[in-house]
C-alpha cells in the first residue's frame, strides 16, 4: 500500500520536527518548510496527498498562502493550523478552501486521520476522483508529430538548454502554450525550481503590481501582512506571464526595468532586490498591432521579442488533430470510468477538415462533451456539432447557375495565379486548402 504523503509549512521548527517524527512512526511520509516560498518551491517538486499550513508565518498570512496554493492546485486538501482558536479566522479559512482547521495545542492522532481521510477519500477531499489528477498530470507536454511540431519541438529543446533569460510565445488562444512554458521549464538546468504561473488577464490591475513584486505590510489599505510576489517566489526558476499583452501601461513599464536588470522594489519597499529567474511570457495579441495602437509599449515589446516562438494553430498541424484526439478520449475515458471513444472515418474527415477556430482547447471540450453523452461508442457525424459537418447537401433548386459559374471562375483564377498548386490557391482565397478541396469537389474542377 502506498505511504500517504504530507506538507507541513511552519516556522516552529520544533513542531515540524515533532511532528515529522510523529508521522513517521505511523508509515506517513512527512516533509516540512519553513516559510511560504520554501513550501510552494516542494509543492512544484511534488504533489503530496495534503498540505498543513501555519496560520501565522515569517513572510505572508496563512490565508494568503492558502489562497495561492489553492489556485495553482484546487483539488489538494489544505488544513490551517493556528495557536488562536479564533472562529472568524477559520471560517475565513474554510471559504478559501480550507478542509479543517486545527487549534494549537492539537492531537497527533487528529492530524493522522485527516491525512489517511484526503488519502483514501479522494472524491471526498479533492472533490474529484484520484484518476482525475492523473489526467491532469498526464496533459504536462504537447501531443503531435505533425511537421509543425517537430520543428516547435527542436526550437523548445535549443532554447531551454540556452542562456535566453526572456522567452517570448505567440499564436492564437487554445494552442497550448502553456504547455510549451512548462515544457521549456521542465527540460531546462531550472527544472528543480520553482514554475510560476501569472495570468496577467485575470488579476485586477490595483493588485497585479503587489502580486508580481510583493508588498510590504502597509503599502496600500488591505496590506494587513508582507505579501511576497510571485516574481520572487519564482527564485531560481521560471516566471510565466500569460497573457502578457493585457499588462496595464503603467505596470508594463515597471516589467521593462526588471526584465533589462533584474532588480525588482515591492510596493512600498525602499530597497531593491535582485531575481534569478527565466521569463517566459505569452499573447494571443499581434503585439505589434497593440504598439501601433499605444496599447503596448514598443521597448517592452523589443525587449520581450528578443526570442520568440509562435506555437502553431491546429489548422496548421492537420496531422496532430487524430492523435490528439485518441489522447483526449483516454484520459476523458478515466475520468467517467467508461471506455474510450472512437471515430468513425467519415467522422474522423469531417474533423480533420475542420479549422478549429477555438484550437485545441475546442478539440478537447468537445472530446469531453462526446465521452459524457456517448461513453464507449463509436462517433458518427450525426453526434458532431453543426458547425463541424460540411455542407455536402445539393445545390438549391433556386440558386441561379450564374453565381455557380462565378464560383467556378474565382476557383480557376486563383489556381492559375498559384500554378496550380491548392495550398497556394487557398492562400490567395483565404481559406484553408481543406475548405479549397471541397469546393473543387463539388464544382467537379481539378488542381495539382
Known amino acids: ?46 504533489i503530496p496527498d495534503m498540505v498543513f499550513v501555519d496560520l501565522c508565518l515569517p513572510d505572508i498570512s496563512g490565508i494568503e498562502l492558502l489562497t495561492t496554493i489553492k489556485a495553482r492546485h484546487p483539488y489538494l486538501p489544505v488544513a ?166 493585457e499588462l496595464p501601461l503603467a505596470l508594463q513599464a515597471k516589467l521593462l526595468r526588471f526584465l533589462e536588470s533584474r532588480a525588482f522594489r515591492p510596493v512600498g519597499g525602499a530597497a531593491e532586490r535582485i531575481a534569478n529567474v527565466r521569463v517566459v511570457a505569452a499573447t494571443n495579441r499581434n503585439i505589434e498591432d497593440e504598439v501601433k495602437a499605444g496599447n503596448f509599449r514598443a521597448d517592452l515589446f523589443y525587449r520581450l521579442n528578443v526570442v520568440p516562438i509562435k506555437v502553431p494553430s491546429l489548422a496548421e498541424r492537420r496531422a496532430d488533430i487524430l492523435p490528439l484526439a485518441e489522447f483526449f478520449a483516454r484520459i476523458q475515458a478515466k475520468v467517467e470510468g467508461c471506455c474510450p471513444i472512437t471515430f468513425s472515418p467519415a467522422t474522423l474527415e469531417q474533423m480533420t477538415n475542420y479549422d478549429w477556430p477555438g484550437n485545441i482547447r475546442e478539440l478537447r471540450n468537445l472530446i469531453e462533451r462526446l465521452t459524457i453523452l456517448h461513453p464507449g461508442q463509436v462517433i458518427e457525424c450525426d453526434s458532431l ?37 491548392k495550398g497556394k490557391a487557398a492562400d490567395i482565397l483565404g481559406i484553408s486548402r481543406y475548405a479549397l478541396k471541397r469546393r473543387l469537389n463539388r464544382l467537379n474542377l481539378d488542381g495539382k
Open 80 to 245: 490551517m493550523i493556528s495557536a488562536h482558536g479564533d472562529i472568524r479566522v477559520a471560517v475565513e479559512a474554510v471559504k478559501v478552501g480550507a478542509i479543517d482547521f486545527i487549534a494549537k495545542p492539537f492531537e497527533l492522532e487528529d492530524i493522522v486521520s485527516l491525512i489517511r481521510n484526503a488519502a483514501d477519500s479522494g472524491p471526498a477531499g479533492r472533490r474529484q476522483p484520484p484518476r482525475k489528477r492523473q489526467v491532469e498530470e498526464d496533459q504536462n507536454e504537447p501531443i503531435g508529430n505533425s511537421p509543425a511540431m517537430r520543428a516547435l519541438r527542436e526550437q523548445v529543446g535549443i532554447l531551454a538548454h540556452s542562456s535566453a533569460r526572456i522567452i517570448l510565445l505567440l499564436g492564437p488562444s487554445g494552442t497550448g502554450k502553456g504547455l510549451v512554458a512548462r515544457l521549456l521549464h521542465q527540460t531546462s538546468a531550472r527544472a528543480d525550481g520553482p514554475f510560476v504561473v501569472v495570468n496577467c488577464a485575470s488579476l485586477p490591475e490595483n493588485l497585479l503590481e503587489a502580486e508580481l513584486f510583493g508588498a510590504e505590510r502597509g503599502a496600500y489599505t488591505g496590506a494587513h501582512q508582507k505579501r511576497i510576489g510571485l516574481v520572487e517566489l519564482a527564485e531560481g526558476g521560471t516566471l510565466f506571464l500569460d497573457e502578457v499583452g
Open 1 to 46: 500500500m502506498t505511504r500517504p504523503t504530507v506538507l507541513l509549512i511552519d516556522d516552529e521548527e520544533n513542531l515540524l520536527a515533532s511532528l515529522i517524527y510523529g508521522l513517521k512512526a505511523h508509515d506517513i511520509d512527512a516533509e516540512g518548510a519553513k516559510d511560504a516560498p520554501e513550501g510552494l518551491t516542494k509543492l512544484e517538486r511534488r
Open 385 to 421: 456539432p453543426n458547425e463541424l459537418v460540411a455542407d455536402n447537401s445539393p445545390i438549391p433548386h433556386g440558386i441561379t447557375e450564374q453565381m455557380v459559374t462565378t464560383e467556378r471562375d474565382i476557383l480557376h483564377r486563383a489556381l492559375r495565379q498559384a500554378g496550380g498548386s
